[in-house]
Structure formats: C-alpha cells, structure tokens
C-alpha cells in the first residue's frame, strides 16, 4: 500500500525517537520504521543497561577497596552476575513497548520492518511505500565485520549482557569502550579477562598519559591487557574456544594462542545501512557512512540524517540527540540551524572511569599550555581507597580558554562536564577558578587541576 506523509523517520534510536518528539506536535503526518523493537540500542542494547551492569562493579570494587579501611565486608564481594541480568532488565523489558505507545498517543504512525529506499521520495518497509516530503535516517550502527576464520564464534555486546551466567574465561577483541567497560565489570565477577588490542595503543580517543595510568589500574585489577595482537582466527578446540593473533613489532611476527569459554566482539561499530541502499535516493556514503552537512541534510535536500549512521560527530548518544534536534528545526524552519560540536564530553566508565573533552595532543605546544596532575594521592581519590588518578587540561595561552580536559579518578564522569560548560560557554580558565566549589567533592579539584 501506498502512503503519503510529511515526515518518514527510519529508527527509532536516541535520534529518531528525539526527532519524533520535537515534531511529533507540529501538526505534520509522520511516519516511524524500526527492523527491530522500538527504542534502539543506547536504551535497550548499549549505555543504559550498560551502566547499570557497571553501577554493580563499582559498588563491589568499592566494598573491596575499603576492607580493612572501616568498612566494608569481612571478605571480598563479587557481582551476583544472574540477579544482576534481572536487575538491568527492569530497565529494558518495557521499554519498547512505552516508546511505540508514545508514538502512538502523538499521532505518529508506527511501522515494522527492514526499510529501503525505492526512489529520492520514497521508503519501502515490507508491503508498504511511504512517500516522505521529508525523510530522517537514523539507522544506527552495528558491530563491525572483522573478516576472519571463526567470527561466528563471537559473542556480541548484546549477547554479553543477556548472559545468565558468565563463564570463567573471557576473551576481548578490540581495545575500546565496549571491551574495557565489559572487561571491568566481567572482573568484578570473578572472571578471567584477557583484552586483545590489535595497534600500539588502546583506547585511542583518550588522552595516552591517563589512558596509561587506566591499563595499570586494569593491571593491579586483574586484568591481562596485551597491544599488537590483532586477531586472525577464532576455532573450536574441544570445550573451549581458541583465539590466534599475530603479534607484531617492527622486526618480527609471531602467532599466539588463547583459550577462552567466550570471546566478545569490542572491535568497533560501524554505521548500519546494510539494505537501506541510499545510492536510490541520491544519498551520498562515504567510508560506509552517510555525508550531511552542518544542517544535518544529505546530498539530497530532502533528505536530512543524524546519530551513529552519519559521517560528522562522535558516536554518542547526546551527539545523536544534539543531530536530531538540529534536523527537526531545519525541517520545520529551514535549514537555519546548525550543529555545534563544541566541547561535547565522553567517558568509558571503567574503575576508575576516564572522561575527556576537547582535544588531547596540542597541535602547536608553543601556543598551549598543558597541566598534567598526578592525583592518586589526593584526598578525593584516597577516601574511596582507589589507587590511580590523574588529570590534564590543555589552555591556550593567548585567550586562557580551555582546549582539553582529561580525568582519570573518582566521579571523573561527573566533574569532565564542568570543564564541557566551559568550553561550550567560551569561558576561561581564570574563570572556572573563581566558582566556588561544594568541598570536599572532586569538582573542588579543579582550581587545582588548573
């Protein structure tokens, strides 16, 4: 059947459910797609059960971290992984079915299926056609294809947090934010963990020194975290499964070997737009994502994109609420809003968690001047009986504005958005020194990490 509307939403993510709700009242015909259930994978496969799986690790490390320093218990504690898996659920079980319900309550009509673009106008989904004066892609991303021997033997962060019972050995492949946030919690399980990073360096998008300070906090945790070991090959051997890498210097290879009961795939996410087939709509893909420019429009201009398919912006989630709010006021208004990326925040909430904004190595070290802190000494980082912190922010000289901040330590996920406000704000340094903090917390840090 064939049916008109204004706007044609594909996903119903962080983006796509943002976008709903910022038109959703305008008074325009709007139509949503999902292939899957409604609500996407921060809320449902991604940050949100995420954190509360890692919520349960920090509440035992930090039982763990005080025995014998006035509290804590008399042996140390371990997630009770199966009650745990119910917990997180709680968050996820009915989450789909209030997000179409909302949808639903604003008029907008709901449709389930693989989409596809049959021509510049119009989105397939199943045995309907929507015709869109207006089309929004929020495809999302998937996990990355690696190519080698075995990968169906990979467990997916997905499958990962729907395990009823962890087993004792646990692989990692990649070194990024699913690997090491999975990688922490898994130990505070009880779990054997291997991390496998196949460069130089892992967590690539953080700041080296305090992403160093973090592997040695992994390290005393008890967790194995071994760089250029990419892998090659994953087999069934008996009971167990066995991961070959190739390990690399610049003199010489060699193959290594690992048993695991699970390997997990934390090697990277790439835009999903598998048969969505956007050369039918003129919609320009470059490096497997979607081009938009700064109004978040396509190379079709009536076509607009936002969230992890999109080739501009970090692939967060207040990145893809940020892009679908900058799209809704283009299409309601006309392309007069644009989007600002200006010190948008990240963390990887391992123990300790990091945070970071801005950038990380000055491009001209004669321009900045950068502030490097040791703070595992420090009061806010020995009353919680953790070992390492750190922070470093970058300043300009000329203007005093703040560049790059970067937080290894307590609440670092917290205190990182502080320094955000200042860059997004245009404040100073000078400034953030005159706010008077709530002592003692982390945030009364920062004069001093200035």
Same mark, same amino acid.
């Given at each position: 059947?064939?049916?008109?509307?204004?706007?044609?939403?594909?996903?119903?993510?962080?983006?796509?459910?943002?976008?709903?709700?910022?038109?959703?009242?305008?008074?325009?015909?709007?139509?949503?797609?999902?292939?899957?259930?409604?609500?996407?994978?921060?809320?449902?496969?991604?940050?949100?059960?995420?954190?509360?799986?890692?919520?349960?690790?920090?509440?035992?490390?930090?039982?763990?971290?005080?025995?014998?320093?006035?509290?804590?218990?008399?042996?140390?504690?371990?997630?009770?992984?199966?009650?745990?898996?119910?917990?997180?659920?709680?968050?996820?079980?009915?989450?789909?079915?209030?997000?179409?319900?909302?949808?639903?309550?604003?008029?907008?009509?709901?449709?389930?299926?693989?989409?596809?673009?049959?021509?510049?106008?119009?989105?397939?989904?199943?045995?309907?056609?929507?015709?869109?004066?207006?089309?929004?892609?929020?495809?999302?991303?998937?996990?990355?294809?690696?190519?080698?021997?075995?990968?169906?033997?990979?467990?997916?962060?997905?499958?990962?947090?729907?395990?009823?019972?962890?087993?004792?050995?646990?692989?990692?492949?990649?070194?990024?934010?699913?690997?090491?946030?999975?990688?922490?919690?898994?130990?505070?399980?009880?779990?054997?963990?291997?991390?496998?990073?196949?460069?130089?360096?892992?967590?690539?998008?953080?700041?080296?020194? /305090?992403?160093?300070?973090?592997?040695?906090?992994?390290? !005393? %945790?008890?967790?194995? &975290? +071994?760089?250029? #070991?990419? $892998?090659? *090959?994953?087999?069934?051997?008996?009971?167990?499964?066995?991961?070959?890498?190739?390990?690399?210097?610049?003199?010489?290879?060699?193959?290594?070997?690992?048993?695991?009961?699970?390997?997990?795939?934390?090697?990277?996410?790439?835009?999903?737009?598998?048969?969505?087939?956007?050369?039918?709509?003129?919609?320009?893909?470059?490096?497997?994502?979607?081009?938009?420019?700064?109004?978040?429009?396509?190379?079709?201009?009536?076509?607009?994109?936002?969230?992890?398919?999109?080739?501009?912006?970090?692939? /967060?989630?207040?990145?893809?609420?940020?892009?679908?709010? !900058? %799209?809704?006021?283009? &299409? +309601?208004?006309? #392309?007069? $809003?644009? *989007?600002?990326?200006?010190?948008?925040?990240?963390?990887?909430?391992?123990?300790?968690?990091?945070?970071?904004?801005?950038?990380?190595?000055?491009?001209?070290?004669?321009?900045?001047?950068?502030?490097?802190?040791?703070?595992?000494?420090?009061?806010?980082?020995?009353?919680?009986?953790?070992?390492?912190?750190?922070?470093?922010?970058?300043?300009?000289?000329?203007?005093?504005?703040?560049?790059?901040?970067?937080?290894?330590?307590?609440?670092?996920?917290?205190?990182?958005?502080?320094?955000?406000?200042?860059?997004?704000?245009?404040?100073?340094?000078?400034?953030?020194?005159?706010?008077?903090?709530?002592?003692?917390?982390?945030?009364?840090?920062?004069?001093?990490?200035?």
């Amino acid at each position: 059947m064939e049916r008109e509307y204004d706007i044609v939403i594909i996903g119903t993510g962080v983006a796509g459910t943002t976008l709903a709700h910022q038109v959703g009242y305008s008074g325009l015909n709007i139509a949503v797609i999902d292939s899957r259930e409604y609500g996407g994978t921060c809320p449902l496969r991604g940050c949100d059960p995420k954190k509360a799986l890692a919520s349960a690790s920090e509440a035992a490390d930090w039982n763990n971290r005080l025995i014998g320093r006035g509290a804590g218990t008399e042996s140390p504690l371990r997630i009770d992984w199966p009650s745990l898996i119910e917990f997180k659920r709680t968050f996820t079980e009915d989450y789909p079915r209030k997000i179409e319900k909302s949808l639903f309550e604003m008029g907008i009509d709901t449709y389930h299926g693989r989409a596809y673009f049959e021509d510049e106008n119009t989105v397939a989904v199943g045995e309907d056609k929507l015709k869109g004066v207006y089309i929004f892609i929020a495809a999302g991303a998937r996990p990355r294809k690696l190519g080698i021997p075995g990968e169906e033997y990979l467990t997916s962060s997905e499958e990962f947090m729907e395990t009823e019972k962890l087993p004792e050995r646990i692989v990692f492949v990649g070194g990024g934010y699913i690997s090491f946030e999975f990688a922490h919690i898994a130990r505070r399980a009880g779990c054997r963990v291997t991390i496998l990073q196949r460069s130089e360096r892992p967590l690539e998008q953080f700041d080296p020194d /305090l992403v160093d300070m973090l592997l040695k906090a992994s390290e !005393v %945790a008890g967790i194995e &975290v +071994l760089t250029n #070991n990419p $892998v090659v *090959a994953v087999e069934k051997e008996g009971g167990s499964l066995l991961v070959r890498t190739e390990f690399k210097t610049e003199s010489h290879s060699e193959t290594h070997t690992f048993f695991a009961d699970m390997v997990v795939h934390g090697a990277g996410r790439v835009p999903d737009l598998e048969d969505l087939q956007p050369e039918n709509a003129g919609i320009r893909v470059e490096n497997g994502a979607i081009v938009v420019d700064k109004h978040m429009r396509t190379s079709n201009p009536r076509v607009y994109a936002g969230g992890d398919c999109t080739s501009e912006g970090m692939p /967060l989630t207040p990145v893809a609420t940020l892009q679908a709010r !900058v %799209a809704a006021a283009n &299409v +309601l208004d006309g #392309n007069r $809003v644009e *989007a600002d990326y200006t010190g948008i925040p990240r963390a990887v909430f391992t123990i300790p968690p990091l945070a970071s904004v801005g950038i990380s190595v000055p491009p001209d070290s004669t321009k900045y001047r950068v502030v490097f802190r040791d703070r595992s000494n420090w009061y806010s980082t020995r009353r919680t009986g953790m070992e390492f912190a750190g922070s470093k922010v970058i300043i300009d000289k000329e203007n005093d504005r703040i560049m790059g901040a970067h937080i290894l330590g307590p609440n670092a996920e917290e205190a990182i958005n502080l320094f955000a406000a200042a860059m997004r704000l245009g404040l100073k340094a000078s400034d953030l020194k005159k706010v008077v903090y709530a002592y003692p917390g982390v945030c009364s840090d920062i004069v001093y990490m200035l």
